[in-house]
């Protein structure tokens, strides 16, 4: 089951950043598409992606391998956030934050400047952190229902 848009188990292991897990990368439970370990590739992947930390594919690794879950999706889902899609991506997750909070945004479409988020980091920094979670949360545990149901829908109608 092999997609052209996931990445291979060798591109994986040979990666500059996971190099240090190669050691662990001979599991079975990381490379096979089963339900289980896809659906938990999805909560991994879909929460990784929304964390606004450099380098998100190691601890994306690090708990695909600690909770059994397919690494190929972990570490493709995680790609979602990318240098195009990351700054709209922790705005809405920064608004939402603030939103949880009951805070009002600091600044808008209108006032946005990289000086202006610099000075006041510190205001920032909690609200953006919440959005994240709850929105990585949310994404994670979405997307690994559908699939989940998706594996059932399919093993129902294959079966008939």
């Known amino acids: 089951m092999r997609r052209k848009f996931l990445p291979t188990k060798e591109e994986l292991k040979q990666h500059k950043w996971l190099g240090f897990l190669h050691k662990y990368m001979h599991h079975n439970f990381l490379w096979h598409f089963d339900r289980n370990s896809v659906t938990k590739a999805c909560i991994v992947g879909g929460f990784m992606c929304m964390m606004p930390i450099p380098f998100q594919m190691v601890p994306a690794a ?58 006041n980091i510190h205001a920032i920094f909690v609200p953006l952190i919440l959005g994240c979670i709850i929105i990585g949360l949310a994404f994670g545990l979405l997307l690994s229902s559908i699939v989940w149901l998706s594996f059932n829908l399919w093993r129902k109608f294959k079966n008939h």
Not at 82 to 95: D, E, F
Not at 104 to 112: C, K, R, S
Request: hydrophobic letters at 60%.
């Open 62 to 119: 690090i708990l695909a391998l600690t909770l059994r879950a397919n690494l190929i999706i972990t570490i493709a889902l995680v790609w979602i956030s990318n240098p195009i899609t990351m700054l709209p991506m922790m705005y809405g997750a920064y608004l939402f934050g603030c939103f949880m909070m009951g805070q009002t945004a600091l600044f808008y479409e209108d006032n946005f400047a990289w000086h202006h988020i610099i000075t």
